[in-house]
């Protein structure tokens, strides 16, 4: 169910967000979600305020620990005095506001921390997705004065790559037994991942695991001189154990980072992923736009009865767009 | 590893592969999964050729029993003469050729069987991804002449709507048990099951499963007169049995497609979505085109810099393309 669109007063939202209101927070945040015509307006305003935020992805399989992870980092995090932002992204759900996620009662340790922002985002279907909706949103929590946004996200299908594209620093979790390993390989996050933690650490073959990641790590490209070596971190999320490691481990790798230039480099790369997904949705509108005699519906139906073939199809309708 | 690549000979490798040389077939294939540029030529020489197939999606979460139910509807297939493809898409595998699945392993029973095509395809990471590579791969296979094509696919994230975008029917597995009610309404595959089979169905909850699935069902809109209420199956996959009750469910919806004028329409989505996911990698392709002078770069620098942001940014793309 969505509320009737209201006016959107731009400069007020964008001041109040600037001045850490939580409200005005969630009200940009919503109108990413909603794709809204006012986010124009709310980005131009916003751009000179961002790039300070530094941003953690957070990635891994159902069930190894990603919300007590994420809380756990939070506390730490809070104890230094940062401001915080959390996006939960579920890639899977398809419904607006992520409300079966349940991560605003999960994270209920921060839940009244008016220094924290915790926002569950459902984007799939959503114009182009995760790579659209997410920098969006973490644009509005840079904005608003976080020191760091943790974006959680479960480690299924492509949407670890695209979340790892976002970050300046991709965590990727594990936990002892469940043949993560193997997991990790297939799914590519060994690829992604800057930092391990290999959490829930007083189970059984937690330090197996450390060393099938040490293992799985050193067979690839990683060990050349100046490149950076993941670091394999142990937690115990819930007890918080485990937390400082995971700290100096994320400072060292920003660190890293900033000594190879590669921090502007990945935020450029971040900025080139969000200004692509933008021009896409336009592009894909115009491509299906009906009213506007968009050549897509008549060609396709050519395509499916075989009278012309898709890449002659896609010629006739990239002649008409560009 | 990839082999050099070998010059194309189109028309001889086209016709071979009409003449169901399986050997072509994989060969026609593999072009897809590299992107090769005589794609264009293959699918100008299949077009005409396309059409007849009868495309069935098949997706659950890990663990339901994809590979073995597959085997089942194939072998049923088989006994009614039919000559079958089977595509393994594994969106979360970034290795091409899919080699990490192993479903020509799986599926030894038809592995010699020549009026069977079995092939597994990884296609993160590939242009378009799963939007691009599966619909031309499926051209391929009605083009060699199969009466149905499988498509096989695990239930995460949001490539079970892609394929379900693909199918002509879609069937969505499930297992007693793992609250797999809840975790079908969370993925979203409740809305794109034509069929669902509960596999496995002589273990303990059954029964539960398929009232909770009746029920959620009945939840939803599909019970205004007219529309298509998905029925639901009990199978146990590895023995066989409930295979006549889902080939009947499945030969009940593609007669109410047929009645309501619905196949036609679904590929006609599928056609116009497999053209955008052509024209989109172009575009993108041209978009981040350095050596045409394209702008991305360029502005994704300002962008991450904060003198620009992301919607003025995409403007100047956007006119810079079209």
Redesign the interface.
């Known amino acids: 169910m969505r509320r009737a669109r209201r006016e959107v007063d731009v400069p007020a939202l964008v001041e109040q967000a600037r001045a850490g209101a939580p409200r005005a927070v969630a009200r940009l945040i919503t109108l990413v979600e909603n794709a809204d015509p006012a ?2 307006d709310v ?2 305003a ?6 300070r935020a530094r941003i953690i992805g957070l990635t891994g399989s159902p069930g190894v620990g990603k919300s007590t992870t994420t809380t756990m980092l939070v506390t730490a995090l809070r104890a230094q005095g940062k401001r915080v932002g959390v996006l939960a992204v579920d ?5 607006s506001g992520g409300a ?1 996620l349940g991560d605003r009662i999960r994270m209920v340790d921060h839940a009244l921390d008016p220094e924290v922002y915790i926002r569950s985002m459902a984007s ?2 959503h114009l182009g ?1 995760v790579s659209w909706a997410t ?2 949103a973490l ?1 509005v929590l840079d904005a608003a004065g976080c020191d760091v946004v943790v974006i959680e996200t479960v480690g ?4 670890e ?1 695209e979340i790892a594209g976002l970050a300046d620093t991709t965590v990727v979790l594990l936990a002892p037994g469940m043949g993560d390993g193997v997991q990790a ?4 996050i060994l ?1 992604v991942g800057d930092v391990f933690v290999v959490n829930k650490a007083d189970r059984d073959g937690a330090d197996a695991t450390v060393r099938e990641i040490r293992h799985m790590i050193s067979l690839g490209d990683r060990t050349e001189p100046g490149l950076w070596r993941p670091p394999v971190v142990k937690t115990i999320a819930d007890r918080g154990e485990g937390v400082e490691e995971l700290l100096e481990a994320l400072d060292k790798h920003l660190g890293h980072l900033e000594e190879h230039d590669e921090l ?1 480099a990945r ?6 992923r ?3 997904a ?3 949705a ?3 509108s115009r ?2 736009d009906l009213s506007a005699g968009a050549s ?2 008549d ?3 050519q ?12 010629e006739r ?2 002649a008409d ?2």
Chains 1, 2 share one sequence.
């Open positions: 986010l124009r980005m131009a916003l751009a000179p305020h961002t790039g890639p899977s759900s398809p419904f079966l799939r279907g997705g920098p969006q644009r299924v299908g492509q949407s790559v390989a297939k799914a590519g690829e502007r935020r450029e790369r971040r900025a080139a969000e200004v692509e933008i021009v896409l336009e592009l894909r491509m299906g897509l519906p060609v396709a139906a395509v499916a009865a075989g009278a012309l073939d898709p890449y002659a199809a896609a309708v990239l767009l560009t």
